[in-house]
């Protein structure tokens, strides 16, 4: 099956140029002067419209557990949910339970995911016991194509590391070529926070942004880059959401340091005013690390147009309004901490590029060129050019749309963002050259998705 996608604007991270595009079974076979005469089994109207390589969203969970609950998509639903809204690649976290085995958790995840996506998707690792066996394991997790491990410094007795565990996690890490991700919140100051406003009777949901300061974001994030700049181990910093944070990896950045980081686009939209809602609505909005004072959301777009901040991914982990978020009324820490999102993340990267905070081509690189770089996926995924895979997004700049729960297609009873009106939609989406949503509805399937295993960072200093 070929496809001629005609008339578009194509729009890599390199730079924007009028050309006609042609699929090839699962690949892209050529970019086409405009109009040139060639003739393929169909053809797609891009007139008007962007093409862009297809949305990697490297941050998501989907059926995760978490606080006695499972995050409320399932791959299928959850990587249907971001065919919708041209993402065709996600990473998501397999999660070690404290005594257990990486490669069974590994196995487990794939017994989850695989033959459930209707899109391509990898794994990193969430590595929560640090031991003997669980290091040697990562050498082996690393040649299944997961060599990505996620360490929190939040989240005491759950999936907390200590400092020299985070020491050995990172020199394996440096001798394998493998990356660290950490959840950078100093979890042993903020316990001690979320138990004296509970003592004191303040239980809404606003109290889980007060009891996490942004400077005890900023603090961890400095820690982190210490413990790499010691062992040599380069750095993903995850879901940064403070000006503190952002400032320590600015800094390691300009003295060469392989640290990295992504933020959210609930830190670029969404403030702690949301999260003060009244009537445990404020419940929708709890994440962590926390929505922040809108001062936040200025400093973030500056590091994402710096390239202090290289990626934009959703961090989606969806708890339903009604039966989970519900967890926690009358004690805000037993609140399922997350948020959905993976529908939305390109739309509402390209209202930077409305309003002027990013240009075309960075819209591009940091929702898709640059994590395929970062998390070994490139040249296959990431860019419109010969012999990529062809997951391609038709999008079109003008249409207006307005998110809501109603009519997203993620699996939970809410939107974080519901009422919002944005400038442009998805109109067309190809993932390996199938045409998996167009203006007549979902044409994909699930089963579709294959697992990537991934090569190394290719995106180190
Ligand atoms: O609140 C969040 N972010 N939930 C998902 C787990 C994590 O820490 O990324
Ligand atoms: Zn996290
Ligand atoms: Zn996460
Ligand atoms: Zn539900």
Redesign the pocket.
């Known amino acids: 099956m070929s496809t001629l996608i005609r008339g578009g604007l194509v729009v890599n991270a390199t730079g924007a140029v009028p050309a006609d595009v042609l699929v090839d079974g699962e690949k892209i076979a050529a970019l086409l002067a405009p109009g040139f005469p060639i003739e393929a089994d169909r053809t797609v109207d891009a007139s008007g419209k962007y093409v862009i390589p297809g949305g990697v969203d490297a941050h998501t969970?989907m059926e995760m557990p978490?606080g006695g609950t499972f995050s409320a998509d399932t791959f299928a639903t959850g990587t249907t949910a971001a065919a919708w809204g041209g993402t065709t690649t996600i990473i998501d976290f397999a999660v070690q339970v404290k005594g257990t085995s990486l490669l069974t958790t590994l196995d487990k995840w794939h017994a989850k995911a695989d033959g459930n996506c209707a899109v391509d998707y990898g794994f990193h690792m969430i590595v929560s016991d640090v031991n003997e066996t669980s290091l040697k394991e990562m050498e082996s997790c690393i040649d299944a194509g997961v060599n990505t491990f996620k360490m929190f410094m939040a989240y005491p007795g759950v999936f907390y590391a200590t400092d020299g565990e985070i020491l050995r996690a990172m020199q394996k890490a440096r001798e394998t070529g493998a990356t660290i991700m950490m959840?950078a919140e100093n979890g042993i100051a903020i316990d001690q926070l979320v138990a004296q406003a509970l003592a004191a009777g303040r239980t809404d949901p606003v109290e889980h942004g007060l009891t996490r300061p942004a400077e005890l974001e900023g603090e961890a994030t400095s820690r982190a880059i210490t413990l790499a700049k010691v062992t040599g181990s380069p750095l993903y910093v995850?879901?940064l959401s403070a000006a503190q944070a952002l400032d320590a990896v600015a800094r390691a950045r300009d003295t060469g340091q392989n640290v990295f980081a992504e933020t959210c686009p609930q830190y670029l939209y969404l403030s702690l005013e949301d999260l003060a809602r009244p009537d445990f609505e404020g419940a929708k909005y709890v994440?962590?690390p926390p929505l922040r004072p809108r001062e936040h959301q200025s400093e973030l777009w500056r590091g994402l147009r710096t390239n202090d901040l290289s990626v934009v991914s959703t961090?989606h982990?969806p708890f339903c309004f009604k039966d989970q978020k519900e967890l926690g009324r009358g004690d805000f820490s037993k609140i399922p901490?997350?948020m959905p999102g993976v529908e939305h993340r390109v739309d509402l990267l390209h209202q930077g590029v409305v309003k002027g905070e990013i240009s075309l081509e960075r819209w591009v690189e940091i929702s898709s060129t640059t994590p395929a770089r970062m998390f070994g996926l490139h040249p296959r995924k990431g860019v419109i050019a010969p012999g990529a895979d062809a997951d391609i997004v038709v999008y079109d700049p003008q249409t207006r749309q307005t998110i809501s729960a109603a009519t997203h297609h993620m699996n939970v009873d809410y939107s974080a963002y519901e009422g919002m009106e944005l400038t442009g939609r998805v109109d067309t989406v190809l993932s390996r050259g199938r045409v998996v949503v167009d203006g007549s509805g979902f044409h994909g399937a699930v089963g579709h998705g294959r697992f990537l295993a991934r090569e190394l960072n290719q995106y180190l200093i």
Do not use: T
């Open positions: 969970h978490f959840h995850v879901h994440a962590s961090d982990c901490n997350g």
